[in-house]
């Protein structure tokens, strides 16, 4: 998520245990999930996730993740997260 405007706090907003599940939609690029290395977003379920890239070549990038962990199963383009307690609890 990208917000303008404003003095931005160093820190950013916190993201733990995020789930999103059975969603599906098309979209020029799966999508991003970009966190800060000093305030990672932890505890992410991503389950039934399928995006349907309709863009040209330089936008088929799947997902475009990083400073993230959790539990991803069965989505579409595949992602793939490093493993977090947080999120298999």
Known sequence: MLYGGGV???TGVRVQ????RNFSGDALTAGVIHCRP????RGLRLQGVHVNETGG?????GWQVSSATG?????????HLPADPIAEQ
Do not use: H, I, S
């Open 57 to 61: 070549a330089p936008f088929k990038l």
């Open 17 to 20: 245990n995020l789930t999103v």
């Open 38 to 41: 000093g305030n990672p977003c």
């Open 71 to 79: 539990l991803v199963q069965d989505t579409e383009p595949a992602m």
């Open 8 to 10: 931005q706090d160093p």
